[in-house]
């Protein structure tokens, strides 16, 4: 089911993210926000009026660039029997769903850290297709399956990024195209070194 409307979000380096025509957005606190067809929502985490932009960066200004340090785009294959897991680094948000709900597959203390022959093909897909930045996806045979039929929605993690679903698309001075066009997750911390996508910066502590 591919959306009636042509919902995106569109900025610049120097801007929050504008966000057209998505009727779906949900706070942290599983709340739905009241639907307007433009919304404004803070990328640089100064905004008092979180998830909202409060204008903040037309006082302290807002430079939201990639680094060049950053974890290499780069897909890595994680080759069971009946199913291959693919794993981009680049883009995982750090969120541990995988390794906290199949340790048995997903566990960075091991080497591979995805092993697919540990787990049931069905649990393996359920983790993937929960995986909200897009950093994994897996393959049958030779189809690879990444993307999700789900009408586009914007959900407010605490204390984390803005999780995108629904093929919303992104609009930039840069060109910018998701690793997963269906799911990605937005860093609203600007501590990303991956922007304007989610590294698991936030994660340290500096972001509430
Ligand atoms: S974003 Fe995906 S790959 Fe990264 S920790 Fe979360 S579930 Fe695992
Ligand atoms: S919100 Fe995750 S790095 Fe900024």
Not at 52 to 74: F, T
Not at 89 to 96: A, T
Not at 163 to 178: M, S
Request: hydrophobic fraction near 30%; proline fraction near 7%.
């Amino acid at each position: 089911m591919m959306p009636e409307k042509n919902p995106y979000i569109v900025f610049t380096k120097h801007t929050p993210y504008i966000v057209m025509d998505v009727d779906t957005i949900i706070d942290e606190n599983h709340q739905k926000l009241k639907a307007s067809s433009v919304v404004a929502l803070c990328r640089c985490g100064k905004s008092s009026a979180q998830p909202y932009c409060d204008d903040i960066h037309a006082v302290d200004g807002l430079r939201e660039e990639k680094s060049k340090d950053r974890a290499p785009d780069h897909l890595k294959d994680y080759i069971g029997d009946d199913i291959t897991v693919h794993f981009n680094l680049g883009v995982c948000c750090h969120d541990g769903c995988c390794v906290e709900k199949l340790p048995q597959v997903f566990d960075i203390n091991k080497k591979p850290w995805i092993q697919p022959n540990n787990g049931k093909i069905k649990d393996i897909i359920n983790i993937v297709e929960g995986c909200p930045s897009g950093a994994l996806s897996y393959s049958i045979g030779s189809r690879r399956y990444q993307d999700l039929d789900r009408p586009p929605s914007i959900h407010i993690q605490k204390d984390g990024p803005i999780e995108i679903k629904g093929f919303i698309k992104l609009k930039d001075d840069e060109n910018t195209v998701p690793a997963c066009k269906e799911h990605y997750t937005l860093c609203r911390c600007s501590s990303s070194k991956n922007k304007p996508f989610c590294d698991g910066a936030h994660l340290d502590g500096n972001f509430e």
